[in-house]
């Protein structure tokens, strides 16, 4: 019987297990024995027993864990002491970074790992249900818009009273891909009034579709890769990008940025020129923080006040700042994954690499990098 195992998870800012007490009795279903670490639910509010419940054994230790599996599932990329603890031939399954991990990808590599990187799930309709990404995005354009309401000193609904009118809060989204529509849909059920814009013409008609309105700026020529990711501006077009979004971020009272270019860095759209034009007291939440900013002097895990009084919150993992469903999600997503592949006669995954999804996330496996993308680097 193969074994999976699910550490608990070592980043300081990490608050999500890649385990639920719900999908840990699923793959026991499977024919699989699942593992979990002590604590591995613990900041997810998933406690031991109720992992212990749905048919799940507890270890001690991560090396106890690591020792016995055949499949790992983990949230972050695993550290060089993981690595060490991992036996030749499990299969690996986590987010991984590999664009800005290269090293890593060669150890794991090396040490006979097959490793799947959630990052490279494809985006097509047959994946949806295994699309971390997705899942953990549409959570995180969640909690901007909450955890904006909260910093601000205004409400988000118009409100019409004997003592007097309150206008609606003015949300401004940039970058409308999972998060930004998560994003245009909490605001407009809390009552604000939104607009959004992404360089991706087709989002228009979705912007629309939410209640909210489409800020049009004309670039030429944007368009989208064939897996829907926005291609990257020139510098000429970000500039003219700017000078339409300081029209609308000065009559916002809330701009949350989503605007992220798959595999590089963020393009950073709004510059203190178009900060200083904003009006005190406005809150910005920048979700492409982690991955180099689309505000300039936003500080990741920060809440940096600019001068003329904006609120800059660049706040870490903001996909586990619900952990309690981000883990429900994410567990789905792992168990998705493991089912699709999962061949129930003889127990096992099944490494089809003929098949269009798992060509395109498996990045290691027998000692080779596989991925063609990330092979020979
Ligand atoms: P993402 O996180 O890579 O980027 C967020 C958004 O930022 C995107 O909409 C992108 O167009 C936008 N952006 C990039 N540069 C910008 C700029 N300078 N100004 C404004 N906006 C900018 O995107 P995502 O949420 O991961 O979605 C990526 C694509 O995958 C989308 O087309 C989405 O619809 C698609 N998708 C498809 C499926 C499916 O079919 N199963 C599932 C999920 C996502």
Redesign the pocket.
């Known amino acids: 019987m193969k074994r999976l195992f699910a550490p608990k998870e070592t980043h300081p800012a990490e608050t999500r297990a890649a385990i639920a007490p719900s999908t840990a009795k699923k793959l026991i279903d499977l024919g699989i024995e699942v593992i979990v670490e002590k604590g591995a639910g613990q900041k997810s509010d998933y406690s031991d027993a109720e992992y212990i419940s749905s048919g799940a054994n507890i270890v001690d230790d991560a090396k106890t864990g690591y020792n016995q599996a055949d499949i790992v599932t983990r949230v972050r990329k695993p550290e060089a002491e993981d690595l060490a603890m991992l036996k030749a031939g499990t299969l690996h399954i986590s987010f991984l970074d590999p664009f800005n991990e290269t090293e890593l990808i060669n150890n794991l590599a090396s040490r006979d790992i097959a490793a799947i990187s959630l990052e490279m799930i494809p985006?097509?309709?047959l994946?949806?249900k295994m699309?971390a990404?997705?899942s953990q995005?549409n959570l995180a354009g969640y909690a901007a818009v909450t955890l904006s309401a909260d910093r601000m000193t205004k409400i988000l609904p118009m409100m019409m009273t004997p003592s007097g009118t309150i206008s609606p809060a003015r949300y401004f989204i940039?970058?409308?891909?999972?998060?930004?529509?998560q994003a245009i849909a909490t605001a407009k059920r809390l009552g604000a009034r939104v607009e959004a814009?992404?360089?991706?013409p087709?989002?228009e008609e979705q912007v629309k579709s939410l209640g909210a309105k489409f800020v049009k700026v004309d670039l030429g020529d944007t368009g989208?890769t064939d897996?829907?990711?926005?291609k990257?501006?020139t510098p000429e077009q970000?500039e003219k990008?700017r000078q339409e979004m300081a029209k609308a971020c000065a009559r916002a009272d809330v701009v949350i940025t989503?605007?992220?270019?798959?595999g590089r860095k963020?393009?950073l759209?709004l510059n203190k020129e178009v900060l200083d034009q904003m009006q005190a007291g406005s809150v910005l939440v920048d979700l492409a923080v982690e991955s180099g900013g689309?505000v300039e002097g936003s500080k990741v895990g920060e809440e940096v006040v600019t001068e003329n009084g904006v609120r800059i919150l660049g706040l870490e993992n903001l996909e586990g700042y619900y952990p309690k469903d981000a883990t429900l999600m994410l567990a789905s997503n792992f168990y998705n994954l493991i089912e699709h592949f999962w061949d129930t006669e003889a127990k096992d995954f099944k490494y089809d690499t003929d098949d269009e999804i798992l060509k395109g996330c498996l990045i290691t496996k027998d000692g080779t990098v596989v991925h063609e993308r990330f092979a020979g680097k």
């Open positions: 985006r097509s309709t994946a949806q699309d990404l997705s995005a940039i970058g409308v891909g999972v998060a930004g529509l814009f992404d360089t991706r087709v989002v989208q897996q829907g990711y926005a990257e501006l970000l990008q989503t605007a992220k270019l798959f963020a393009p759209i689309n």
